[in-house]
């Protein structure tokens, strides 16, 4: 290919050198006879100079123009002006590349002869007609859920498709009012797709017609399902993963400040300050056929049109535990801590302290994070992924020796049972689930003691039922979560780039991304190893630790080991030392021996933070949970 380029390369060379120098077709220059009748005549030797002969090395795109050749040359097929074309237009749309800046581009290849439209319209195939409908209060857009389906069906290995759904609001402009409120729906590990979309300056009112296209279409492909190359899909959706606000839409319950707000039992709350608090632990559980039946009275605002649809309202509706734990309970107890009640109020040297320790440790966490520690002064900016960093990984370290004992134990009291609820391995989750579900009631029994009558709110009381999703959907809790939903949220939000009509711009855009199929792909998180002190640690599945120190050309890698009883538990706890946190001291330096792994030895990456008195706490990442999607 290189040498085909090198000789196309030459005679463009030759073809603009007797454009430069001829002015007429009256020069008598003859025309080879291998070049159409319609060629430009061939470049005279003598003017050719000695750069125009020269190669160039740096040329990194293949060529797809027709070009006058000899007998040896032989012109580049179709296929290769396809692929450059289709690689074109992914990388545009990976980029998120404007039409301004994709037209300025275009000319550039075209002059070095590259057969590419002269619009990026018809390049990313944009629709001509973007058709959207007035309804409920702004505008719709109705893109399919069986066409979205399809899309994913030839690279599933089961004939059940399980669909996992989400309805949120997100504002696009801080000067205006202007939200989307689309229906997500994700298939297994595969990128969200948008079913419906509405555009308004409020939420979609009425409900029932919001969702009337998804709710028929769904009954439809229920009952009859999928017919895909041969073979029939049964649909079903699982589960239906939202915020508090949006599930009490949704299901036409009461907000989440209501007395009897909890969507999974009968507890009543009490008025405490000006809040809402729950502080009973026991009460009698709602059912899916009491919801249906319209039975509570006190909870039910209505009749959620899901009811109709045969979906249980009450096991499939997931407690989101981004929202309710990492926005919720971590977030409320570091404000707690920073300046709530003096019950509980750190000082100005134990919030110093902290803050210290969160900086040192930027740029010593594994590269799976997406984002670094910040100090306590920035709490009010930390996003979901920061809290839940805080909670699983450096909360732990950061607080030990300045919490009251009683303070730090609590704490752990929710990081070990999220650590656990949170496990990949279905065979160590639903071995300490039990386990899990006694600490959730020890933190929210001991919350109001530690913190103060007003902490126990709707989501420090949700905690206790977050084991029951994880039973009910029998997986971890981040296959059930937000994060993948909000991220992709963030994407179409970046897909509109200005005030006018931004629906239609959102389906325009997908209209693009569907002709090349772009993120029609499964998420796989990455794992980096280096012999950076940072991504250098795994575990193995002997529960012993392995620190790379030199990767081979064959792939193995030069690891130093240190077993598990040369180390000594950040705390005592009756669960596997390869789930939770482990404190190792410098003495356990020495007693590591060197072995040669291949990289299917590494079972599980290490995070190695610094700890006091020169010792380090590894702590195992969970699949997956460190991604931000």
Request: glycine residues 6%.
């Amino acid at each position: 290919m290189t040498l085909r380029v090198r000789q196309w390369r030459k005679r463009q060379r030759e073809l603009d050198q007797l454009l430069r120098y001829s002015d007429s077709d009256e020069e008598g220059q003859s025309v080879p006879s291998s070049c159409s009748s319609d060629s430009v005549p061939r470049t005279p030797d003598s003017l050719i100079s000695d750069n125009d002969l020269g190669t160039s090395h740096n040329f990194h795109f293949d060529t797809d123009v027709d070009y006058c050749s000899s007998d040896s040359e032989q012109e580049p097929n179709e296929a290769e002006a396809t692929s450059f074309e289709d690689e074109l237009r992914q990388w545009a749309l990976e980029h998120n590349l404007t039409h301004r800046a994709l037209n300025d581009l275009l000319p550039i290849l075209r002059k070095q002869g590259h057969l590419l439209p002269v619009d990026c319209r018809t390049l990313l195939a944009t629709p001509r007609h973007n058709t959207t409908e007035p309804k409920c209060g702004g505008q719709y857009k109705y893109y399919g859920l069986e066409k979205g389906i399809c899309r994913y069906l030839s690279q599933m290995e089961s004939n059940d498709v399980h669909l996992s759904v989400n309805v949120d609001g997100i504002p696009l402009f801080r000067s205006s009012g202007v939200q989307f409120w689309p229906i997500l729906v994700k298939c297994g590990h595969f990128d969200p797709f948008i079913v419906a979309m509405f555009s308004g300056q409020s939420k979609p009112s009425p409900l029932e017609e919001y969702l009337n296209d998804f709710v028929t279409e769904y009954k439809h492909l229920k009952d009859n399902g999928i017919a895909f190359k041969g073979q029939t899909y049964t649909v079903n959706i699982d589960a239906l993963i939202c915020d508090a606000p949006a599930r009490a839409y949704l299901k036409c319950i009461k907000g989440h400040t209501a007395f009897e707000s909890c969507e999974r039992c009968l507890i009543r709350g009490a008025r405490v300050e000006s809040r809402v608090v729950f502080n009973e632990q026991e009460c009698t559980s709602r059912t899916d056929d009491g919801f249906s039946r319209v039975e509570y009275t006190n909870h039910q605002t209505g009749i959620s049109p899901f009811i109709a649809a045969g979906i249980p309202c009450v096991s499939s509706f997931v407690l989101d535990y981004m929202h309710v734990v990492c926005l919720g309970v971590v977030r409320r107890l570091l404000i707690y801590l920073t300046r709530g009640p003096k019950v509980c109020r750190l000082s100005v040297r134990q919030k110093d302290a902290i803050s210290q320790k969160l900086i040192a440790l930027r740029g010593k966490m594994p590269s799976e994070f997406a984002r670094q520690p910040w100090g306590l002064q920035e709490i009010d900016r930390w996003k979901a992924t920061e809290l839940r960093q805080f909670l699983l990984y450096t909360g732990p370290v950061v607080l030990k020796a300045v919490l009251s004992p009683e303070k730090y134990q609590h704490f752990l009291s929710l990081t070990v049972s999220m650590s656990i609820m949170l496990e990949s391995d279905d065979r160590i989750r639903s071995a300490y689930l039990q386990y899990a579900q006694e600490l959730i009631k020890h933190f929210v029994m001991c919350s109001a003691d530690l913190y103060g009558k007003t902490f126990p709110v709707y989501n420090v009381h949700a905690l206790i039922h977050l084991h029951e999703d994880a039973s009910h959907f029998n997986c971890s809790l981040n296959d059930i979560s937000c994060f993948p939903f909000e991220n992709y949220l963030q994407q179409v939000k970046k897909q509109v780039r200005n005030g006018r009509s931004p629906l239609e711009q959102v389906t325009r855009r997908l209209s693009e991304i569907e002709q090349s199929e772009v993120y029609n792909r499964q998420r796989h998180p990455k794992v980096f190893s280096s012999v950076k002190e940072k991504d250098s640690c795994f575990l193995l599945r002997d529960n012993s630790f392995a620190f790379v120190r030199q990767r081979n050309a064959d792939g193995s890698f030069a690891c130093e080991i240190l077993h598990q009883r040369h180390t000594s538990p950040l705390f005592q706890q009756p669960c596997s030392s390869g789930l939770l946190n482990i404190v190792c001291t410098g003495n356990g330096l020495c007693r590591m021996k060197n072995a040669l792994l291949q990289e299917r030895d590494l079972f599980r990456k290490v995070a190695c933070l610094p700890f006091e008195a020169g010792g380090f706490v590894l702590i195992p990442l969970r699949h997956g949970v460190e991604q931000t999607y």
